[in-house]
């Protein structure tokens, strides 16, 4: 005679889809990218999708976004809801995140000052003071706080000419201003939270197919964060 074992044959319950990284979201906007070249997507379209591609918090939530366009295998993370999580490794078509830059000799390495990742073009703090920065070409990313001060961030250099891919900068504004140049035909994502403050972009978000993308993302306490588009030899 056997004794039934409690919970033997069970169905295992299922985990929570997995939140997707930056990566994944870079991933389907290069897609997006690439469709809108090819004349897949229209204007509107392609400016409606990249728009949810930075709201996306799950697979789920990006699927629908390329169901529709000629795109390989592994674009969107996939995530049934079992097995064993994607932190461990990437799946198919999924870059691997690289390793966190090493601090350099004498300086902040990609923690800066204050915990900030350190802006290429100098420091990224203006604390009580004006301080202007501007990232040299190649740069990924960087960033800088205004702390009742006025920070300038120059990204003509980092988005000129040549640049593709995208570029992330962090901007806090704490009782500060922040205004960040960036040259024209460059798409433009302004994300991050104000309290009391205002984080904006003024012009058109829109840049040139193919051309590099730029998300600025951060806090803006009782200040301000306005990304200004010039042109390049302005």
């Known amino acids: 005679m056997s004794e039934d074992v409690p919970g ?6 299922r985990r929570p889809p997995l939140r997707i990284s930056d990566r ?6 290069d897609a997006l990218r690439e469709a809108y070249a090819e004349g897949r997507l229209t204007y509107e379209e392609h400016d409606e999708r990249l728009g949810r591609v930075w709201q996306a918090r799950t697979a789920a939530d990006l699927e629908p976004l390329v169901e529709d366009l000629p795109v ?7 995530d049934d809801g079992a097995g064993p999580s994607r932190g461990a490794a990437a799946g198919p078509g999924l870059p691997v995140p690289p390793p966190p830059p090493a601090a350099q000799p004498g300086g902040h390495g990609m923690h800066g000052v204050h915990g900030l990742p350190a802006l290429p073009g100098g420091s990224g703090l203006a604390l009580l003071s004006e301080s202007t920065v501007r990232p040299p070409a190649g740069s990924r990313e960087a ?19 040549g640049a593709t891919g995208t ?18 035909g460059v798409e433009v994502r302004v994300g991050g939270t104000a309290v009391a403050g205002s984080r904006q972009l003024h012009g058109p978000t829109g840049g040139r197919p193919g051309g590099p993308v730029l998300v600025v993302d951060g806090v803006a306490l009782l200040g301000s964060v306005d990304v200004r ?3 390049a030899e302005d």
């Open 8 to 13: 033997a044959g069970a169905t295992p319950p």
């Open 24 to 29: 994944d979201r870079e991933v389907v906007a």
């Open 72 to 78: 390989g295998g592994g674009v969107v993370p996939r």
């Open 143 to 161: 960033a800088g706080a205004a702390v009742l001060g006025n920070l300038k961030v120059d990204l003509r250099d980092a988005l000129g000419e």
């Open 167 to 184: 570029f992330r900068l962090t901007v806090n504004a704490l009782l500060g201003s922040a205004e960040v140049v960036v040259p024209l």
């Open 229 to 231: 588009r010039v042109r």
